[in-house]
């Protein structure tokens, strides 16, 4: 049996002098799970997967990915080669002047040729159906189509293991439909931190759900 | 874009603009006669002319620029000595003033254009590309970069900002009001610009940046480049023939 891919024992966090917004959090995510988190708002779902991801550090407890602890910044590079996270924002997600750039940039920096990351950067793009946006300037799309890209980028670097944060916002029922069917057909361990419930419904067995610090 | 087409400047190799701009400006600011940067200057001018440079967009730049000069020329005229060549009631403008400023002028323009004509009409993660397959230290082109995606960061937010308070009522005029929100509205803008600059930076970690610039594109020299740099290169033969013919 492989470890679980995420494992988190009494992760503890708060905003510089503000209350804790994960008050010790044990979470277990086991290779090739679904699941669903939910939780009202400003209750740290965003921020529980900022941690996992390393983006920020907590105060206390301990984040144990793929097996090993997780501590140092060079951890959690190796992390985020096969780990990719959905921002709820896609703003924050995306940074490059043109769509091509943008989804390019992960299998880039993961080493690809830039002939190989531009092909996988096409194949990412045709797959959640925005084949011909190539060359559009990324911070003049529309929200839906933000969040498509944003998607786009991680799927082109091939992750075992994805962390989408409200990933049906802004779509309208046809992308939301695609989105599914794309989420559905991807062998990678998910979760999916949502608001929408038909939506975890339809791709998760396992809830969860944030309050108070804990995950329940 | 990056589509090459029959235009000469996109269809010009990065690296190639590189060069000629880099080597323009050399040759104007190394050149010792007037006649001699004439041709600095006329390069960028037919390139332009040919590419249908959009030079009205530079029209604004340019004022600004002559208008320094003739700033400086007025400040620095009077006392160049030498042989004179009118005298305005007390003050006497000699042949060498006259030529020093006509070459400030010219050498200045030349700068601008080369530079206007060549690197401003190329998206930045190309000027990037050119730069780092040119031999320019990672980290520079690194740092590079990150400011002028960071002059992005800040035009977006300035852009949000001022939709922001326009849809809640806000019309600049000339009150202490406006001053006011102007006020805190750069406050606002240099922090918020700061922290979306961190979610940025968290974006990119994610997708595997460890702080250093790679080309997303491959680059491709035609031989229309070679052709290119060829002709900078008789620019600056001529200059120096100009310079030095007996
Ligand atoms: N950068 C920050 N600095 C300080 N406090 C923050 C920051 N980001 C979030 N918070 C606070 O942390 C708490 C949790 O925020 P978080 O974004 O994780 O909530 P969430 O569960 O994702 O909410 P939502 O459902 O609205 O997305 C909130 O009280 C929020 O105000
Ligand atoms: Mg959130």
């Not at chain 1, 992390?79 to 709820?88: K, N």
């Not at chain 1, 190989?116 to 003049?140: D, F, H, K, P």
């Not at chain 2, 000027?127 to 990672?138: K, N, S």
Request: contains cysteine; charged residues 20%; aromatic residues 6%.
């Amino acid at each position: 049996m492989s470890a679980p891919v995420i494992e988190v024992r009494g992760l503890t966090f708060a905003y510089g002098d503000g209350p804790p917004v994960l008050d010790a959090l044990d979470w277990v995510v086991p290779a090739g799970a679904r699941v669903g988190v939910t939780g009202p708002n400003a209750s740290g779902k965003s921020t529980l997967l900022h941690l996992i991801m390393g983006l920020r550090a907590a105060q206390q407890g301990s984040i144990i990915l793929y097996g090993r602890h997780r501590v140092t910044e060079g951890d959690f590079y190796e992390v985020r080669a096969r780990m990719g996270l959905l921002f709820q924002d896609s703003d924050d997600q995306l940074f490059c002047p043109t769509v091509l750039d943008d989804v390019a940039f992960g299998p880039l920096h993961l080493g690809a040729s830039p002939d190989a990351a531009q092909e996988a950067a096409r194949e990412a793009l045709a797959a959640v159906g925005l084949a011909g946006y190539e060359e559009r300037i990324t911070s003049r799309l529309s929200a839906g189509e933000k969040k498509c890209v944003a998607l786009a980028t991680n799927l082109a670097m091939q992750p075992d293991t994805l962390l989408l944060d409200e990933p049906t916002s802004y779509l309208d029922d046809r992308s939301r439909d695609r989105l599914l069917s794309v989420l559905k057909e991807l062998p990678a361990t998910l979760v999916i931190v949502s608001h929408d419930r038909a939506f975890l419904d339809a791709l998760t067995r396992t809830r969860y759900h944030l309050e108070d610090g804990r995950l329940r | 874009m990056n589509a090459r087409g029959r235009d000469p400047l996109q269809s010009m190799d990065p690296r190639a603009r590189v060069i000629c701009a880099a080597g323009l400006c050399l040759v104007a600011a190394l050149a010792q006669a007037p006649v001699s940067v004439v041709p600095a200057l006329l390069t960028p001018l037919v390139v332009g002319l040919s590419a249908r440079f959009p030079f009205q967009r530079l029209l604004w730049t340019g004022l600004r620029l002559n208008g320094l000069f003739a700033l400086m020329a007025l400040s620095t005229l009077p006392f160049v000595p030498g042989p004179t060549w009118q005298t305005f009631g007390p003050i006497s403008v000699t042949y060498p003033g006259l030529s020093l400023v006509g070459m400030m002028v010219l050498k200045g323009n030349a700068l601008v254009l080369s530079c206007a004509i060549f690197l401003s009409t190329m998206e930045s993660p190309n000027l990037g590309h050119a730069l780092a397959r040119l031999g320019v230290p990672a980290k520079f082109v690194a740092l590079m970069m990150s400011v002028i995606r960071y002059i992005d960061v800040l035009q977006e937010e300035h852009g949000r900002m001022r939709l922001a308070m326009r849809a809640r009522g806000f019309r600049p005029r000339l009150n202490w009001l406006t001053l006011q929100t102007h006020a805190l509205g750069v406050g606002a803008l240099f922090l918020r610009s700061l922290e979306r600059a961190e979610r940025v930076a968290a974006a990119m970690k994610c997708r595997g940046h460890q702080g250093l610039y790679l080309a997303t594109r491959t680059l491709h020299w035609r031989r229309r480049d070679t052709a290119w740099i060829m002709l900078l290169v008789a620019v600056t033969a001529g200059m120096l023939w100009l310079e030095w013919k007996p």
